[in-house]
């Protein structure tokens, strides 16, 4: 860790700002795990699960090592909510249609409204959350969050 941030400190960054971030990070992160954990109970949802339907709510029916690759997750961590998903009737496995080794996952009519309600609750939650911040703080989060997601993206570039 003192490698960054010597690194960070030669880039003309103040390290002990740099400490800050680094620990509100380390402080944050457990927080809003248990924030979504539990606003997604309501919805009878997991992160997880949620992160899954909403990659195929974007990207439609996928393999699921596609599924794997774009959650950045373990395939078998994959197969595993795909299973729990499957047999409360959310997706389907179908054969590939030109290799018939690999499996597509699908979402079910069931399976969106479920990813529209689960969604709704999410963003209800989140946007109460967010409303108790004020204005100039919270267009300071955007800004941020969005540099930071330009940054990891240019360094880890979508496969």
């Known amino acids: ?18 400490r800050e971030l680094i620990g509100m990070f380390d402080r944050f992160f457990p927080l809003f795990s248990r924030f979504l954990h539990e606003g997604l109970r ?12 909403r ?11 596609h ?11 994959v197969t595993s909510l795909v299973d729990g998903l499957e ?8 054969p590939h249609p030109t290799d018939r080794r690999t499996k597509v996952i699908e979402m079910t009519d069931a399976g969106r409204a479920g990813y529209a309600r689960t969604e709704a609750v999410y963003e209800q939650k989140l946007a109460e959350l967010l409303m108790t911040l004020p204005e ?5 989060l955007l800004e941020g969050h969005r540099l ?9 570039p979508s496969k």
């Not at 990659?55 to 090592?65: E, I, N, R, T």
């Not at 047999?87 to 179908?94: F, I, N, S, T």
């Not at 930071?148 to 880890?156: C, D, F, P, W």
Request: with cysteine; hydrophobic share 45%.
């Open 55 to 65: 990659v195929l709510d974007a990207k439609g029916p996928s393999a699921m090592q």
């Open 67 to 77: 599924l794997a690759e774009g959650l950045c997750v373990a395939p078998r961590t």
């Open 136 to 140: 100039d703080v919270r267009w300071g």
């Open 148 to 156: 930071l997601a330009e940054k990891l993206a240019e360094a880890y």
């Open 1 to 18: 860790m003192s490698i960054e941030i010597d690194r960070v400190s030669a880039c003309g960054a103040d390290p002990k700002d740099v």
């Open 87 to 94: 047999a409360e009737g959310l997706v389907v496995r179908k």
């Open 42 to 53: 309501e919805a009878d949802t997991s992160p997880a699960r949620l992160r899954i339907l």
